[in-house]
């Protein structure tokens, strides 16, 4: 599919049209994302790039508490003054849910929140700052809570998948957040403390506790990092990752037919073969909390690696 024939390009001149046929005047609303999704049948994150474009032609503006509406005499203003802190982040929040992480600029923002870009900086000093505050809002709606078990392994099970959880919810946090230049997040923070948390006491040292919390870590991020790539795919083709490797399948078959990889082969062409981003997560969550069962023994028998 060419750019010109995207469907947003498409939806987004159907609109365009009716403005400049008199069909939509200055202040009328413009159909929600929700609209263009059930009328158009296209994916929300479609029906988003929609109405930006209308905005960075001009055409449209986001009013809070209103909507989209065709912009020009006519169409209410919006006031910097109603803008929060907490409405900025929100707001940015929903643009990375549905285009994510690289679609988050103070002017588009600004724009969804019908603002000038200025007028975000006396709140948030840059973009840096956003995201981290984006970072610190995802961590902090889902924070460890409830009665702690007993047991180190039924401590940790529940807050790692908790953060998986998190970030299966917003697919481009393994894209904001560093493990090796870490933002001082006080909500991140504390998923973290209640990992530390559940480790402490076993015998082992401060180094490899840290090292045990962060693996896991690494083992959430590094299943979570597929996610935005494949949940954008998703909405702008309509093809689930399943749906393209069915659809591949002759050319893989091919491939492997060729007698150049014979264990893929073998493994590949099994049936029951599950490779969603779960189940690969799941199999790494147990294989590591298996190994630091063996690690947490040895620290009790007073024994070293």
């Known amino acids: 599919m060419t750019r010109e024939e995207a469907p947003y390009l498409?939806?987004?001149?159907e609109l365009r049209r009716r403005i400049a046929a008199g069909e939509l005047a200055a202040g009328d609303r413009l159909p929600s994302t929700r609209q263009i999704v059930r009328q158009w049948g296209v994916a929300m994150a479609t029906a988003t790039k929609v109405l930006r474009r209308l905005q960075e032609e001009g055409l449209a503006q986001a009013l809070p508490g209103v909507g989209t509406v065709v912009a020009g005499r006519g169409a209410p203003a919006s006031r910097a003054q109603d803008l929060t802190r907490q409405r900025i982040v929100r707001a940015a929040m929903d643009v990375a849910d549905a285009e994510g992480l690289a679609a988050v600029s103070m002017r588009r923002v600004a724009a969804d929140l019908g603002a000038s870009a200025m007028s975000l900086y006396r709140h948030v000093a840059d973009k840096d700052e956003l995201v981290r505050l984006m970072a610190d809002a995802a961590f902090g709606a889902d924070p460890p809570s409830g009665p702690v078990p007993r047991g180190w392994r039924q401590q940790l099970e529940p807050?790692?998948?908790?953060?998986?959880?998190?970030?299966?919810?917003?697919?481009?946090?393994?894209?904001?957040?560093?493990?090796?230049?870490?933002?001082?997040?006080?909500?991140?923070?504390?998923?973290?403390d209640r990992l530390l948390r559940a480790v402490d006491g076993l015998g082992l040292d401060a180094d490899a506790m840290m090292q045990a919390v962060l693996s896991l870590v690494s083992l959430v991020r590094g299943a979570a990092v597929s996610l935005e790539a494949e949940e954008q795919a998703r909405t702008e083709t309509g093809v689930t990752g399943d749906e393209w490797i069915q659809a591949r399948g002759a050319e893989l078959d091919q491939v492997l037919a060729t007698g150049a990889f014979p264990t893929l082969a073998k493994v590949a062409s099994r049936p029951e073969l599950d490779l969603d981003v779960d189940s690969v997560f799941e199999f790494g969550l147990r294989r590591q909390l298996d190994g630091l069962a063996v690690l947490v023994a040895r620290a009790r028998d007073g024994r070293r690696d």
């Not at 998986?164 to 919810?169: K, Q």
């Not at 933002?183 to 973290?192: D, I, K, L, N, Y």
């Open 10 to 13: 498409v939806i987004a001149a």
């Open 159 to 192: 807050a790692v998948r908790r953060l998986w959880r998190i970030h299966r919810r917003h697919p481009w946090l393994a894209h904001a957040v560093s493990l090796t230049r870490p933002e001082f997040a006080p909500h991140g923070m504390a998923h973290t």
